[in-house]
């Protein structure tokens, strides 16, 4: 493993991700990651990835992770839970990788919208900016919203505000409303 003392989840998560290479499956790498990508640079102790995948592929890929040498947990979500499941990987420096098994309104496009990235001699697959900012609408905590807003904010690149409304939408009610305040409180409007 790349990892070499704490504070090295990143490289973590690029052993995580040769390993669902080699497995097939698709991922997009989303948390702090993606939000440095974006625009922003936030520390975090963990990498996140959400990954297109069945529960029962979820369960082979906790197995083929303990084997590699990965400390590896496997948390099922309840019925109402947005995250129907987590893999939750670690190693002996207490670095740590959440690798999401999808969230609930997620659109199955996000995999082909994700942005490739050149990290440490690897390629990275981040979630898409839109998106990005309609999971943390989703996700909702005075944090992602934040997030949402710094990503929103940055500039970098424009936005494609109909992609943005149509994913947040998928969300439900409420991340469509907390978009709708991001996008205002950046024009200045005030609700």
Known sequence: MRAQRPGQSALLLLDAIEILRREHIEYAVIGALALAVHGVVRASMDAD??????PRRLTELHARF?????????????TDDPVPAILRLSDNHGN???????????????????VEIAFCEENLNIVGREDFIAMKCFAGGPQDLLDASSAYGSGRSSVD???????????????????????????GEVF
Not at 49 to 54: H, I, V
Not at 66 to 77: M, N, P, S, W
């Open 96 to 114: 740590r990788v959440d690798l999401l098994g999808g969230l609930r309104g997620l659109d199955p496009l996000v995999f082909s919208r994700t």
């Open 49 to 54: 990835a959400l990954l297109y995948t069945t």
């Open 161 to 187: 505000l109909d992609l943005l409304r149509s994913v947040a939408r998928r969300f439900g009610r409420e991340a469509a409303d907390r978009l709708e305040q991001i996008l205002g409180a950046s024009l």
């Open 66 to 78: 303990e084997k590699a040498g990965f400390g590896a947990e496997l948390r099922q979500g309840d």
